[in-house]
T-cell receptor
Framework: AQTVTQSQPEMSVQEAETVTLSCTYDTSESNYYLFWYKQPPSRQMILVIR??????QNATENRFSVNFQKAAKSFSLKISDSQLGDTAMYFCAFMKRSTGANSKLTFGKGITLSVRP | DTGVSQNPRHKITKRGQNVTFRCDPISEHNRLYWYRQTLGQGPEFLTY????????KSRLLSDRFSAERPKGSFSTLEIQRTEQGDSAMYLCASSATGFGNTIYFGEGSWLTVV
């Protein structure tokens, strides 16, 4: 079974600054996907960024980038130029790359990020 | 594309009553998921459909829980004889078939059992 650990329950950052959210995971799989999801106070979960484990290049999406360390099973999210709208809970999630039907996400406990004006 | 739609958004029920939640996935998405989320926690997987077939159920899904997806379109999640421990947000999500496709979530259905 896979586990995802987010050990920081809360973080705070000043607007326009950079913040890094940590995530570690445990799996015996060699092929998988990793995701960061954002859940704003309105509660709908939206995808921020995804990483394919077989790709060495770190994924980037505008102000969001990841540091994927496969050997260390670490997957951190860096948010640059933080904006007030980035205030939300952020969840790290794992998905096996399976030829079978199972494609579910396994989530960490999440981290609450507050962006200060 | 109107996104994943869930209703009701909020439900307050007395312990022992039955409740049903409905989920309308993004059209043409074959896969549909139900998750449960309690305050301050990440979503926990409940069950998964590929078209109309329920392919996996979590151990969290006790006998009081049943989910259906007739005709592979919308899905319902029914909780019978609700207990206070069932109070949570029930999230529905959908995705297209394929490796690592993005899973899109609905806004969730809040259940409060009093």
């Amino acid at each position: 079974a896979q586990t995802v650990t987010q050990s920081q329950p809360e973080m705070s950052v000043q607007e326009a600054e950079t913040v890094t959210l940590s995530c570690t995971y445990d799996t015996s799989e060699s092929n998988y996907y990793l995701f960061w999801y954002k859940q704003p106070p309105s509660r709908q979960m939206i995808l921020v960024i995804r990483q394919e484990a077989y790709k060495q290049q770190n994924a980037t999406e505008n102000r969001f980038s990841v540091n994927f360390q496969k050997a260390a099973k670490s997957f951190s999210l860096k948010i640059s130029d933080s904006q007030l709208g980035d205030t939300a809970m952020y969840f790290c999630a794992f998905m096996k790359r399976s030829t079978g039907a199972n494609s579910k996400l396994t989530f960490g406990k999440g981290i609450t990020l507050s962006v200060r004006p | 594309d109107t996104g994943v739609s869930q209703n009701p958004r909020h439900k307050i029920t007395k312990r022992g009553q039955n409740v049903t939640f409905r989920c309308d996935p993004i059209s043409e998405h074959n896969r549909l998921y139900w998750y449960r989320q309690t305050l301050g926690q990440g979503p926990e997987f409940l069950t998964y459909f590929q078209n109309e077939a329920q392919l996996e159920k979590s151990r969290l899904l006790s006998d009081r829980f049943s989910a259906e997806r007739p005709k592979g379109s919308f899905s319902t999640l029914e909780i019978q004889r609700t207990e206070q421990g069932d109070s949570a947000m029930y999230l529905c999500a959908s995705s297209a078939t394929g490796f690592g496709n993005t899973i899109y979530f609905g806004e969730g259905s809040w259940l409060t059992v009093v």
